[in-house]
Every structure is written in C-alpha cells, then in structure tokens.
C-alpha cells in the first residue's frame, strides 16, 4: 500500500524553466510533508518542509504547495538550474511519531543547459 | 549540526554470509535512529528505528536485524544474507519534532 505516491518517475526540464514535481498521498494522518534531494551514490539531503497549517511554504529557488483537500503537494523550482538534477523524495508523516517518514518513489529531474 | 557517518560505503558479500553495517552519529545526544533502504520504484522504506539504547522497533519482517548498543551507534546486521538483501541502505537520524531527518552517505549492498 503506496501511502504516498510520486505518478511521474521522471521529469525533464530547461535550465531557467520551471520545474513541477509533483506528490499525492493517501493517508489523512499525515500533518507535515518533507522534500529531499538525492545525488547518486549519496544520502538524500533534506530542501523544504511544509506543515498542515499552511498551503504554501517559499526557500529560495524553492516552493511547495500543499492541498490538504485533494491530498496534493507539489514542488516548485525557479529557476532550475542543471545543478538541481537529482531524484526527488516527497515524505509524509503524521500525529506524534516524528521521524517516520514515509517516502514516495522518488522523480528523477534533469535539467538541461 | 548533525552528522550521520555510515560504513562501509560498498559491499560485496556471498550468499549465506554474514552483514554489518554500522552508522555513528554526531553533533547530537539522544537522537532517534532509522535504518531505511532504497529499492528501485519504491522509494525509501523504513526497516527499523531506534528511540534510545537497547530500543528497536521493526517495520517489516526480514532477513536483517538491527542494535544499539550506545546512544550514538546504529548497526544493521544479518547472519546470513540473501540475494534479496542487496540494495542500498541509509541510516538516518532525527533530533527535533519537525520530522526532519538527516541521512548517512548510504552503503551499497551486493549479495552474489
């Protein structure tokens, strides 16, 4: 049971264009969603957060989006840049057991010159 | 801030062989511990996590086991390791309550 779901395993985008990636999940418990980037043969590093309470959450080049209602978030990168080509993890986790992410399948983004 | 420094990077092992990955943290006391592995089109999924020494919970049955035999050390182990055991393993730690985690570099795995 794939409580939350990354549909897009790939993703290709123009440097100085906008990327979207997107996440849904399934489970209503969850409260706070986490976005990571990974490199290949590397720890994913943690890039943005976003709490329950807000619809959307800005860091830089970096936005995400929350609909609770349609159990929806999306990231957005503007401008990307090919140094953000990595696969993305969005992350869920719900109630009192921080720390126990659940994770998506992860999209690759490349981004090209 | 946080560090999680985790070992071996590569591993190479036979069917039937024993597994110990070791992951030591720094930079924190008391943090929870996670080991989770990377398979492909299924993400990260947690296998066990740690809320202090000698505390592990399990999230899927398996082959693996895991310790913590102080505060800032996480292994992960098996007596004998299966083919299915190979994939890439990360441990994590967290200190806060925003659910934010902070990985290792990753140890890859490859049973033959």
Redesign the interface.
């Known amino acids: 049971d794939q409580q939350v779901k990354q549909n897009s395993p790939s993703l290709s985008v123009q440097e100085g264009r906008i990327s979207i990636l997107n996440c849904d999940y399934t489970n209503s418990m969850f409260d706070y969603f986490l976005w990571y980037k990974k490199y290949p043969a590397e720890g994913p590093t943690f890039l943005i957060s976003i709490s329950s309470i807000k619809d959307k959450n800005e860091d830089g080049r970096f936005t995400v989006f929350l609909n609770k209602s349609a159990k929806h978030l999306s990231l957005h990168i503007v401008p990307s840049q090919p140094g953000d080509s990595a696969v993305y993890f969005c992350a869920a986790t719900g109630g009192t057991s921080y720390g126990k992410l659940t994770f998506g399948q992860g999209t690759i983004l490349t981004v090209h010159p | 801030s946080q560090t999680?420094h985790q070992w071996p990077a590569t591993l190479v092992q036979p069917v039937g062989s024993p597994l110990s990955l070791e992951c030591t943290v720094e930079g924190t006391s008391n943090p929870?511990l996670?080991w989770?592995r990377q398979a492909a089109?299924?993400?990260?999924?947690?296998l066990f996590?740690s809320v202090g020494i000698g505390q592990i919970s399990s999230e899927v049955p398996q082959n693996l086991s895991a310790s913590r035999p102080q505060d800032r050390q996480f292994i992960l182990s098996s007596k004998k390791l299966l083919l299915s055991d190979s994939g890439f393993y990360?441990c994590?730690g967290?200190q806060?309550?925003?659910?934010?985690?902070?990985?290792?570099?990753?140890s890859?795995l490859t049973v033959l």
Do not use: P
Not at chain 2, 41 to 46: A, I, S
Not at chain 2, 96 to 106: D, K, R, V
């Open positions: 999680i929870n996670y989770y089109g299924r993400g990260l999924q947690l996590y990360l994590a967290a806060s309550n925003t659910g934010e985690l902070f990985f290792g570099e990753g890859r």
